[in-house]
């Protein structure tokens, strides 16, 4: 299934591959891509994973949210 | 502004002003001792640490921040460990400078990164904030309501106003007016719309108000789909994008790892009795630190494929993804349908031609049209759209029946009206005279009381930009043009011959235009092949090609769905915009990639060489500064360099 996530408060391009590639780690997900100019996460994955997800971010940094629009 | 900006702004101002002071104190007092030696202590040591806390006071609380989170290769971190090993060697110019060059930059690139955010909204997002809801339509207690338009559901009715935009799909079921489409398919001239016609969100009603049923979710709707294209279409990443990801997730370690490896282990190499060769090492791997983020890469790279995305749809082109742009960039064949691609699909009258002179023209199109007046076809449509003097009474038909294939026969006031191809004539022999060879498109013939008196001739326009476009493809870089049509060779021949088409095909039933695809496509082998169609009709061709573009169908999910770009103002002179706009951005993609990797590698080299041999003493710091903020300055300008091209020309 494809999810797509709004992502605020992501500092910089390279935090934003940063975060990707943690993303990328979670257990279920196929392939996840995190767009900094769109500000868009889409997450090919087996099962949802959003909590997984929003977990990540928030040991990742202060203040970054998500939020699922698909 | 807000209060942070502002603030940011100010201690940017005082950093740079203060370094401006510092500098010549540094290089020409401090380094050459002219004046007096302690220079350095009482007066640019303890200034420098003042304006470095104010500057970069945040750096430790997100350090500290990090840390918690176990993040240890954030920029933020590693600058931080960089300025400080500076100023623990006694250079507290080249450490305010390090925090100050990476405030300077990261401003920067917020600002780069919100104005190109900023220029592809401006002219995507058509979506409207509010909708004006009408309760109990044409009812007594009828009201008005504003809300979002997501809260707006299918069959509600809304109301829209002159000089406001449509906010969801639907259909008109009150009022007729004037609609500009030009937002959605740069066609500026008003359209008519009237009572039952569809209309489409992101349009502007013109002339009077418009009563509309909603007939799609704000989600589904034409605006918010033409948003989506663009920003969530596909997460598919072109090879550079992905050795950048791959680079990056290397990169940074290694640089961190040599640094330590410098600081440490170098000075066993050298006398490692002495302060200054500890002092050297440490500061060679400060500045080593310095270059450690890959951000010049990681930012410039996608931000020219999304500048350049946005600049496409600048000229109407909606592009699904960097990877196709990269794809566009490439294109090498392309194969056009003829209906509705090079011609405009919609068929006209183009002449009637009388047996002979006694018979007026006028006449053969009345008899027709009488004739047709029930059909639906689009050839029997063009009929009845073509003007005429002569209306004759329908009332007088008798004995309609379509002859599968050929045509219509009926009575006319008793007598036989023949209005069709050439073999519904022939079947009652009746003889075909004063026939111009250079009339080449589709003939319908009418013969009446045994009569023949005439044909029309219908013509499917070719678009007015379709010979220009066509032509200029060669300009850049599309080699091959192929036409592919279900229509008689004359009428292909005549379309190919206008438009400097040299490979078409004609009479081609849907199986065979993919066969012809597929054909085609394997000649080319890796060269890359595009098809344009309405997306509708030739999704099966679409699909085995490299590159599928359709046009003329913007409200429609199938047509959207089946291609990889779509060209909403339904010209092919855009394909060629598309593909210059294409190829710019790619070679700004190889330049960033280039010029960011050579700089950054000789950095790396001269600080190491700097390590064995001080040659370049504290100037390497500067030229790390230079690799990382001036690198991803330029690189960022370059990419933003896209926006400032005009597209007009073909």
């Given at each position: 299934m494809e999810?797509?996530y709004?992502v605020?408060g992501?500092?910089c391009a390279?935090c934003?591959?940063e975060f990707?590639?943690?993303?990328?780690k979670?257990?279920?997900?196929?392939?996840a891509?995190?767009n900094?100019?769109?500000?868009?996460?889409?997450v090919?994955?087996s099962?949802?994973?959003?909590?997984?997800?929003?977990?990540?971010?928030?040991n990742f940094?202060?203040g970054?949210?998500?939020r699922?629009i698909? | 502004m807000?209060k942070?900006?502002?603030?940011?702004?100010?201690?940017?101002i005082?950093?740079v002003f203060t370094?401006?002071?510092?500098?010549?104190l540094?290089?020409v007092?401090?380094?050459?001792?002219?004046?007096?030696?302690d220079?350095?202590?009482?007066?640019i040591?303890?200034?420098?640490i003042?304006v470095?806390?104010l500057?970069a006071?945040?750096f430790f609380i997100k350090?500290f921040?990090?840390f918690k989170?176990k993040?240890?290769?954030?920029?933020i971190?590693?600058?931080?460990?960089?300025?400080i090993?500076a100023?623990c060697?006694?250079?507290?110019?080249?450490a305010?400078?390090?925090?100050?060059?990476?405030?300077?930059?990261e401003?920067?690139?917020?600002?780069a990164?919100?104005?190109?955010?900023?220029?592809?909204k401006d002219?995507l997002d058509?979506?409207s904030?509010k909708?004006?809801?009408?309760?109990?339509?044409?009812l007594?207690?009828?009201e008005?309501k504003?809300v979002?338009?997501?809260?707006?559901?299918?069959?509600?009715?809304i109301?829209?106003?002159p000089?406001e935009?449509?906010p969801l799909?639907?259909?008109v079921?009150?009022?007729?007016?004037?609609i500009?489409?030009?937002?959605l398919?740069?066609?500026s001239v008003?359209?008519?719309i009237?009572e039952n016609?569809?209309?489409?969100?992101?349009v502007?009603?013109?002339?009077?108000?418009?009563?509309?049923?909603v007939s799609?979710m704000?989600?589904?709707?034409t605006t918010s789909k033409?948003?989506d294209?663009?920003?969530?279409?596909t997460?598919n990443?072109t090879?550079?994008?992905?050795f950048?990801?791959?680079?990056s997730?290397?990169?940074?370690p290694i640089?961190?790892?040599l640094?330590?490896?410098?600081?440490?282990?170098?000075?066993?190499?050298g006398d490692?009795?002495l302060?200054?060769?500890?002092?050297?090492s440490v500061?060679?791997?400060?500045?080593?630190l310095v270059?450690?983020?890959?951000c010049a890469?990681v930012l410039?790279?996608?931000?020219?494929?999304?500048?350049?995305i946005?600049e496409?749809?600048?000229v109407?082109?909606?592009i699904?993804?960097s990877v196709?742009?990269?794809?566009?960039?490439?294109?090498d064949?392309?194969?056009?349908d003829?209906?509705g691609?090079?011609t405009?699909g919609n068929?006209?009258?183009?002449?009637?031609?009388?047996a002979n002179?006694?018979?007026?023209?006028d006449?053969v199109?009345a008899?027709?049209k009488?004739?047709e007046?029930?059909?639906n076809?689009?050839i029997a449509h063009?009929?009845?759209?073509?003007?005429?003097?002569?209306i004759?009474?329908?009332?007088?038909?008798?004995n309609?029946?379509?002859?599968?294939?050929?045509g219509i026969k009926?009575?006319?006031?008793?007598?036989?009206?023949?209005v069709?191809?050439?073999?519904?004539?022939?079947?009652?022999?009746?003889?075909?005279?004063?026939?111009?060879?250079n009339?080449?498109?589709?003939?319908?013939y009418?013969?009446y009381?045994?009569?023949?008196?005439?044909?029309?001739l219908?013509?499917?326009?070719?678009?007015e930009d379709s010979?220009n476009?066509?032509?200029s493809?060669?300009?850049?870089?599309?080699?091959?043009?192929?036409?592919?049509?279900g229509?008689?060779?004359?009428?292909?021949?005549?379309?190919?011959?206008?438009?400097y088409i040299?490979n078409?095909?004609?009479?081609?039933?849907p199986?065979?235009k993919v066969n012809?695809?597929k054909?085609i496509?394997k000649?080319?082998?890796?060269?890359?092949?595009?098809f344009?169609?309405?997306?509708?009709?030739d999704?099966?061709?679409?699909?085995i090609?490299?590159l599928?573009?359709?046009?003329?169908n913007?409200?429609?999910?199938?047509?959207i769905?089946?291609s990889?770009?779509v060209i909403?103002?339904?010209?092919?002179s855009t394909?060629?915009?598309?593909?210059?706009?294409?190829?710019?951005t790619?070679?700004?993609?190889y330049?960033?990639?280039?010029?960011?990797?050579?700089i950054?590698?000789?950095a790396i080299?001269?600080t190491?060489?700097?390590?064995?041999?001080?040659?370049?003493?504290t100037?390497?710091m500067w030229i790390s500064i230079f690799?990382d903020?001036?690198?991803t300055?330029?690189?960022v300008?370059?990419?933003?360099r896209?926006?400032?091209?005009?597209?007009?020309?073909?």
């Amino acid at each position: 299934m494809e999810s797509i996530y709004l992502v605020k408060g992501l500092d910089c391009a390279n935090c934003a591959r940063e975060f990707e590639e943690k993303v990328n780690k979670i257990n279920g997900v196929d392939e996840a891509t995190m767009n900094f100019m769109s500000l868009k996460l889409i997450v090919n994955s087996s099962s949802d994973c959003t909590n997984e997800i929003n977990e990540i971010a928030k040991n990742f940094e202060d203040g970054l949210v998500l939020r699922k629009i698909k | 502004m807000s209060k942070k900006q502002k603030f940011d702004i100010a201690r940017i101002i005082i950093g740079v002003f203060t370094l401006a002071v510092l500098l010549p104190l540094h290089f020409v007092i401090g380094e050459n001792k002219l004046g007096p030696s302690d220079i350095n202590t009482f007066i640019i040591l303890p200034i420098s640490i003042i304006v470095y806390i104010l500057v970069a006071y945040d750096f430790f609380i997100k350090t500290f921040k990090n840390f918690k989170k176990k993040r240890f290769f954030d920029e933020i971190t590693l600058t931080l460990i960089a300025s400080i090993a500076a100023f623990c060697v006694n250079q507290a110019v080249e450490a305010l400078a390090v925090a100050l060059f990476f405030q300077i930059g990261e401003k920067f690139e917020d600002y780069a990164v919100n104005k190109s955010r900023k220029s592809i909204k401006d002219v995507l997002d058509l979506r409207s904030d509010k909708a004006r809801i009408i309760n109990n339509f044409n009812l007594s207690n009828e009201e008005e309501k504003i809300v979002d338009p997501y809260d707006v559901n299918i069959n509600d009715i809304i109301l829209v106003n002159p000089g406001e935009r449509v906010p969801l799909d639907g259909v008109v079921i009150k009022g007729n007016g004037f609609i500009d489409t030009s937002s959605l398919t740069g066609e500026s001239v008003p359209r008519r719309i009237k009572e039952n016609d569809e209309i489409l969100s992101g349009v502007m009603v013109n002339a009077s108000p418009l009563y509309i049923k909603v007939s799609k979710m704000f989600y589904d709707s034409t605006t918010s789909k033409i948003m989506d294209l663009v920003e969530n279409a596909t997460n598919n990443k072109t090879s550079n994008e992905k050795f950048i990801t791959k680079f990056s997730k290397y990169y940074t370690p290694i640089v961190v790892i040599l640094a330590i490896l410098i600081a440490i282990i170098t000075p066993f190499f050298g006398d490692f009795t002495l302060a200054s060769t500890w002092q050297n090492s440490v500061f060679n791997a400060a500045s080593l630190l310095v270059v450690s983020c890959p951000c010049a890469l990681v930012l410039s790279v996608p931000m020219a494929y999304f500048v350049g995305i946005g600049e496409a749809s600048k000229v109407k082109m909606i592009i699904k993804g960097s990877v196709y742009l990269e794809k566009l960039s490439k294109l090498d064949t392309v194969i056009l349908d003829k209906t509705g691609t090079i011609t405009k699909g919609n068929f006209v009258v183009n002449k009637i031609n009388t047996a002979n002179k006694d018979i007026s023209k006028d006449y053969v199109l009345a008899l027709a049209k009488v004739a047709e007046s029930n059909s639906n076809h689009p050839i029997a449509h063009s009929i009845l759209e073509a003007k005429s003097q002569m209306i004759l009474d329908k009332n007088k038909i008798s004995n309609l029946e379509e002859v599968e294939g050929k045509g219509i026969k009926l009575n006319y006031d008793n007598k036989e009206l023949l209005v069709g191809n050439a073999l519904l004539l022939k079947d009652k022999n009746i003889e075909i005279n004063n026939y111009d060879p250079n009339d080449v498109g589709t003939l319908i013939y009418v013969s009446y009381d045994n009569k023949y008196l005439g044909y029309i001739l219908i013509k499917d326009e070719i678009k007015e930009d379709s010979v220009n476009a066509i032509k200029s493809f060669s300009k850049v870089e599309i080699n091959d043009t192929y036409m592919l049509t279900g229509d008689n060779e004359e009428t292909a021949k005549y379309i190919a011959s206008l438009t400097y088409i040299k490979n078409y095909k004609y009479s081609l039933l849907p199986l065979d235009k993919v066969n012809e695809v597929k054909k085609i496509k394997k000649e080319k082998g890796n060269k890359v092949v595009g098809f344009v169609g309405d997306g509708i009709n030739d999704a099966p061709s679409m699909s085995i090609v490299d590159l599928a573009f359709s046009m003329g169908n913007i409200g429609s999910d199938v047509a959207i769905e089946a291609s990889d770009i779509v060209i909403m103002d339904d010209k092919l002179s855009t394909l060629v915009k598309g593909k210059k706009i294409a190829k710019r951005t790619i070679k700004v993609v190889y330049q960033n990639i280039i010029f960011s990797l050579v700089i950054k590698l000789i950095a790396i080299i001269l600080t190491t060489l700097n390590t064995i041999t001080p040659f370049l003493g504290t100037y390497i710091m500067w030229i790390s500064i230079f690799a990382d903020v001036g690198v991803t300055f330029l690189a960022v300008c370059n990419s933003l360099r896209l926006m400032l091209y005009k597209h007009n020309k073909i």
